[in-house]
């Protein structure tokens, strides 16, 4: 099939992912697929990986059949940003540690590529959150994010202090390091680090999570994607920062408010394989599952 063209996005830092960028080029030419690289990623890369160089920003992936990333979850992310305005797939294998949400790693990356060349994988919708922040009613920055939305002291030496709200009604208010609002996809990543629960992809939901709470009810809840969560900021306290998957940061003054939906748009990943979810747990966090019943 002619015509085709894939977006390749590169953690272009280290030598051995520019390396395996030439490979997975290589691959690609042969069946007559096109690259197209970032242009401020091409410098890094050799000429012949690619043929057509674009700005990073919303079009980039206009008219590919999807962004195949080298990297770990932090270049998936980036990737994800370019992919979702043009509503094509995610594909990324693992360069870094554990890379949680890449589909491969580099022991089948021929196979990954094969597989998209034959067009033989399956598209996953992952949903995502749109965030709006505001004080006063001005709004102050409307994001979104695919892991998690956090709200966080913007200096180590202070507590912030928050109050929590779902659907307009109050939860709970107390002094932390910050609060992060998720998805199922992101309760593997921050969410996790701070205590939130592990949610399997499948299931719709909205996870909030306190970090370091000086409270005595400060658990993780699990709410309706289409409840309203919102962050208030105490407008007598100190400033906060509002991080989307730790890419797009605004500052927050203090009395500002953040609320987090559903997201209208979600972010498209690509599956070369029926593995269920729990075995991709239990491998990525090499979780032991032998017990006295294998003796």
Same mark, same amino acid.
């Given at each position: 099939?002619?015509?085709?063209?894939?977006?390749?996005?590169?953690?272009?830092?280290?030598?051995?992912?520019?390396?395996?960028?030439?490979?997975?080029?290589?691959?690609?030419?042969?069946?007559?697929?096109?690259?197209?690289?970032?242009?401020?990623?091409?410098?890094?890369?050799?000429?012949?990986?690619?043929?057509?160089? &674009?700005? +990073?920003? $919303?079009?980039? =992936?206009? #008219?590919?059949?999807? @962004?195949?990333?080298?990297?770990?979850? %932090?270049?998936?992310?980036?990737?994800?940003?370019?992919?979702?305005?043009?509503?094509?797939?995610?594909?990324?294998?693992?360069?870094?540690?554990?890379?949680?949400?890449?589909?491969?790693?580099?022991?089948?990356?021929?196979?990954?590529?094969?597989?998209?060349?034959?067009?033989?994988?399956?598209?996953?919708?992952?949903?995502?959150?749109?965030?709006?922040?505001?004080?006063?009613?001005?709004?102050?920055?409307?994001?979104?994010?695919?892991?998690?939305?956090?709200?966080?002291?913007?200096?180590?030496?202070?507590?912030?202090?928050?109050?929590?709200? &779902?659907? +307009?009604? $109050?939860?709970? =208010?107390? #002094?932390?390091?910050? @609060?992060?609002?998720?998805?199922?996809? %992101?309760?593997?990543?921050?969410?996790?680090?701070?205590?939130?629960?592990?949610?399997?992809?499948?299931?719709?939901?909205?996870?909030?999570?306190?970090?370091?709470?000086?409270?005595?009810?400060?658990?993780?809840?699990?709410?309706?994607?289409?409840?309203?969560?919102?962050?208030?900021?105490?407008?007598?306290?100190?400033?906060?920062?509002?991080?989307?998957?730790?890419?797009?940061?605004?500052?927050?003054?203090?009395?500002?408010?953040?609320?987090?939906?559903?997201?209208?748009?979600?972010?498209?990943?690509?599956?070369?394989?029926?593995?269920?979810?729990?075995?991709?747990?239990?491998?990525?966090?090499?979780?032991?599952?032998?017990?006295?019943?294998?003796?």
């Amino acid at each position: 099939m002619t015509g085709r063209e894939v977006l390749l996005v590169v953690h272009t830092g280290r030598a051995d992912t520019r390396h395996t960028a030439e490979k997975v080029a290589g691959w690609f030419a042969a069946a007559d697929v096109k690259l197209r690289v970032l242009a401020d990623e091409a410098p890094q890369l050799d000429s012949a990986c690619y043929q057509n160089v &674009v700005r +990073g920003g $919303p079009d980039a =992936a206009e #008219g590919t059949e999807l @962004v195949f990333v080298l990297g770990g979850d %932090g270049t998936l992310l980036r990737a994800a940003e370019l992919a979702r305005p043009a509503g094509v797939p995610v594909l990324a294998v693992n360069m870094g540690r554990v890379g949680f949400l890449a589909e491969a790693d580099t022991d089948v990356l021929e196979q990954a590529v094969a597989q998209v060349i034959a067009q033989n994988y399956e598209v996953d919708d992952r949903m995502t959150v749109d965030v709006t922040a505001s004080l006063g009613g001005r709004q102050l920055a409307h994001t979104w994010a695919l892991n998690e939305a956090s709200v966080e002291k913007s200096s180590r030496d202070r507590i912030l202090d928050v109050r929590i709200e &779902v659907d +307009g009604r $109050p939860v709970s =208010a107390f #002094g932390c390091d910050g @609060v992060l609002c998720a998805t199922p996809t %992101g309760s593997t990543a921050y969410a996790f680090s701070a205590g939130g629960p592990v949610v399997w992809p499948d299931v719709q939901a909205l996870l909030v999570v306190p970090s370091n709470a000086h409270a005595m009810f400060s658990r993780p809840l699990v709410v309706s994607p289409g409840s309203v969560v919102a962050v208030e900021v105490d407008p007598d306290g100190h400033p906060a920062v509002l991080c989307c998957d730790g890419r797009r940061t605004f500052v927050l003054p203090p009395g500002a408010r953040v609320e987090v939906v559903g997201g209208t748009k979600p972010t498209r990943l690509v599956r070369l394989r029926e593995e269920p979810f729990t075995d991709r747990l239990v491998h990525k966090f090499e979780l032991p599952v032998q017990s006295w019943r294998d003796r």
